[in-house]
């Protein structure tokens, strides 16, 4: 069942109640809000099928309009440079 089955059969998640603990809010709310569409919880555990000990380490977040805004940057060096001033 994908989370967003489980939230429209009122239905509260493992996955749900992480999230809600994350946000500092209640999983009714959580679960409301993925029920709405507002918020996705992407915790496949098909995805991490023979991973083995890594399937154990799945640790969902919310994303969405409900929740915190998380930002996933890659900063670091880069062989490629946009700024010819940097060669």
């Not at 998640?13 to 999983?27: D, G, S």
């Not at 098909?46 to 890659?74: E, F, M």
């Amino acid at each position: 069942m994908t989370q967003l089955q489980a939230a429209r059969k009122r239905i509260i998640t493992a996955q749900m109640r992480r999230v809600a603990e994350r946000e500092r809010v209640t999983p009714e709310y959580i679960m409301d809000q993925v029920a709405k569409g507002y918020l996705v919880i992407p915790a496949n555990v098909q995805h991490l099928a023979g991973a083995g000990a890594a399937r154990s380490q799945l640790d969902p977040i919310g994303i969405g309009r409900a929740v915190s805004t998380k930002v996933n940057a890659n900063i670091g060096a880069s062989p490629v440079a946009s700024d010819k001033l940097l060669e």
